[in-house]
Structures are given as structure tokens and as C-alpha cells.
């Protein structure tokens, strides 16, 4: 049984932030649809920043989660979170070239091997950040490693009188 990195697939957020990206770049390149354009500004700043050259687009803020989700918001934090190289200078970049690089981009952001260990015979894989799992599962884990030790420690001290 293959896994998805194995397929080249992304991960479903990866997909959906890649798909966000993709409209984002079609929409600031060809400035159709114009309801989505309108929405897209770029961030304008009152003097000189060395992010000035990168390109970024302007977010109010959404106040809800819920409100995050709408393309007004999600397009320009998607977009800012891209590499510069991707958003530098797109008018010059085609289509097909900008979301190759930017499935690239995605895949090694999914599937990065400084943070996943594959071994190839077993197909376990093991994670190496401890951010990147679960805090709720770490304190489960933590809870259960400490009932063990009382319980060792219990039954030790009952053996020996």
C-alpha cells in the first residue's frame, strides 16, 4: 500500500492553500474575475522596508474564524506565506510553471525529511518535531507514562516488604 507522499499527492491543506495560491496568482496576473480582484490590494507602506520588494498583499484581519476563511483574508495570508522566489516577479512566469513550482513548494513543506523519518522496510514513520504533533496526544502520553510508573512503583514495593 503506497502512502501519499509516495503518490506525490498533497495533503488536504496543502491542496487547499495551493489551490488558494494558484487562484490568487491568475487573479493578480490576468485581473479577471474582477470580484475577486477587487478584493486582492497590495500592501502599501509609508516608507522604505526590506519586505517593500516582495510583493505582499494587504489583510485586514478577519475577526472570526469563520470570517479567515473568505478569499478577502485567506488569499493574502496564503500569498505572504509563499517564498519569495515564487512571488517575486510573476508577470514574466507562465501558468504551468508557477504551479509546478508552487505544488514543489507544498510538497516539501508536507513532506520535509528533516521532519519525518521513513523507513522503507517497516513503513513507519516516525515524527521528530514535537510540534508537529498533537499537544492533547503529548499529554495523554505523559499521563499514561506516569500511572505506568506508579504502578511499577506499587507493585515493587508490595513484593518486597
Same mark, same amino acid.
Given at each position: 500500500?503506497?502512502?501519499?507522499?509516495?503518490?506525490?499527492?498533497?495533503?488536504?491543506?496543502?491542496?487547499?492553500?495551493?489551490?488558494?495560491?494558484?487562484l490568487?496568482?491568475?487573479?493578480?496576473?490576468?485581473?479577471r474575475?474582477?470580484?475577486?480582484?477587487?478584493?486582492?490590494?497590495?500592501? %502599501?507602506?509609508? =516608507?522604505? @522596508?526590506?519586505?517593500?520588494?516582495? #510583493? !505582499?498583499?494587504?489583510?485586514?484581519?478577519?475577526? *472570526? /474564524? +469563520?470570517?479567515?476563511?473568505?478569499?478577502?483574508?485567506?488569499?493574502?495570508?496564503?500569498?505572504?506565506?509563499?517564498?519569495?522566489q515564487?512571488?517575486?516577479?510573476?508577470?514574466?512566469?507562465?501558468?504551468? %510553471?508557477?504551479? =509546478?513550482? @508552487?505544488?514543489?513548494?507544498?510538497? #516539501? !513543506?508536507?513532506?520535509?525529511?528533516?521532519?519525518? *523519518? /521513513? +523507513?522503507?522496510?517497516?513503513?513507519?514513520?516516525?515524527?521528530?518535531?514535537?510540534?508537529?504533533?498533537?499537544?492533547?496526544?503529548?499529554?495523554?502520553?505523559?499521563?499514561?507514562?506516569?500511572?505506568?510508573?506508579?504502578?511499577?512503583?506499587?507493585?515493587?514495593?508490595?513484593?518486597?516488604?
Amino acid at each position: 500500500m503506497q502512502n501519499i507522499a509516495d503518490l506525490h499527492w498533497l495533503p488536504v491543506m496543502a491542496r487547499i492553500n495551493s489551490k488558494i495560491a494558484f487562484l490568487t496568482f491568475t487573479t493578480l496576473t490576468t485581473k479577471r474575475p474582477t470580484y475577486l480582484s477587487e478584493l486582492l490590494q497590495f500592501r %502599501t507602506t509609508p =516608507r522604505l @522596508l526590506r519586505s517593500s520588494d516582495r #510583493r !505582499l498583499l494587504h489583510d485586514a484581519g478577519a475577526k *472570526t /474564524v +469563520f470570517g479567515g476563511r473568505a478569499f478577502c483574508h485567506a488569499a493574502p495570508s496564503v500569498w505572504n506565506s509563499l517564498l519569495p522566489q515564487l512571488t517575486a516577479d510573476f508577470n514574466c512566469v507562465f501558468l504551468s %510553471t508557477f504551479k =509546478r513550482n @508552487l505544488n514543489t513548494h507544498f510538497y #516539501r !513543506l508536507s513532506f520535509n525529511p528533516s521532519h519525518v *523519518t /521513513v +523507513f522503507p522496510r517497516l513503513r513507519f514513520v516516525f515524527i521528530t518535531d514535537i510540534w508537529r504533533v498533537n499537544s492533547c496526544v503529548i499529554i495523554t502520553i505523559i499521563i499514561i507514562i506516569i500511572i505506568i510508573i506508579i504502578i511499577i512503583h506499587h507493585r515493587l514495593t508490595v513484593i518486597r516488604p
